[in-house]
T-cell receptor, first 115, second 110 residues
Framework: GAGVSQSPRYKVTKRGQDVALRCDPI?????LYWYRQALGQGPEFLTY????????KSGLPNDRFSAERPEGSISTLTIQRTEQRDSAMYRC?????????????FGPGTRLTVL | QKEVEQNSGPLSVPEGAIASLNCTYSDRGSQSFFWYRQYSGKSPELIMS????GDKEDGRFTAQLNKASQYVSLLIRDSQPSDSATYLC??????????FGPGTRLSVLP
């Protein structure tokens, strides 16, 4: 595709429900990153993949959060038993390589609201 | 813990002036440095990347890197009201994740 896409763009859910956020990276991009961004703050790293391998998940807040990229393209970030504190903008980014020059490009984000 | 610090602003400059945005980082092993611009309600968009000490110019933008001082800056010449946005500094060590600063809000006054 022309750019990184994310779906849904907006998600409202009730506390305790599970949600799945999808990211479709730029075609051919090796690396895919998930971030969470609070208003007025920079993106906070959650996890990233090179191809299908999850390289670093140190930013995931707790074990309710998980991510996968089974075929090295589309990725899903899953939040189980959502809590109100999970409300945020979730952003995905992809980059062409894992090297030094791996400029990343962001998708439009998914705004998650947990009631 | 790796940290990237920026003055949150707002930084206000008159139209046509030079805007200077600064960023410091804690990890001496950092190798790649990026500046992103984020308009309100939008996603970050890449402006520049820099990997070596010195200056890198692209149009009205100049990135400056000083690894010894762990400092990277972005200069915007001939600032325009359309440059008003939050500017995010991001730092990366090879093989590791990106670390973003909190961003500096820039306001260019007509």
């Amino acid at each position: 595709g022309a750019g990184v896409s994310q779906s849904p763009r907006y998600k409202v859910t009730k506390r305790g429900q599970d949600v799945a956020l999808r990211c479709d990276p730029i075609s051919g991009h090796v690396s895919l990153y998930w971030y969470r961004q609070a208003l007025g703050q920079g993106p906070e790293f959650l996890t990233y993949f090179n191809y299908e391998a999850q390289q670093d998940k140190s930013g995931l807040p707790n074990d309710r959060f998980s991510a996968e990229r089974p075929e090295g393209s589309i990725s899903t970030l899953t939040i189980q038993r959502t809590e109100q504190r999970d409300s945020a903008m979730y952003r995905c980014a992809s980059s062409n390589s894992g090297g030094l020059d791996n400029e990343q490009f962001f998708g439009p984000g998914t705004r998650l609201t947990v009631l | 813990q790796k940290e990237v610090e920026q003055n949150s602003g707002p930084l206000s400059v008159p139209e046509g002036a030079i805007a200077s945005l600064n960023c410091t980082y804690s990890d001496r092993g950092s190798q790649s440095f990026f500046w992103y611009r984020q308009y309100s309600g939008k996603s970050p968009e890449l402006i520049m990347s820099i990997y070596s000490n010195g200056d890198k110019e692209d149009g009205r933008f100049t990135a400056q890197l000083n690894k010894a001082s762990q400092y990277v800056s972005l200069l915007i010449r001939d600032s325009q009201p359309s440059d008003s946005a939050t500017y995010l500094c991001a730092v990366k060590v090879y093989g590791q994740n990106f670390v973003f600063g909190p961003g500096t809000r820039l306001s260019v006054l007509p």
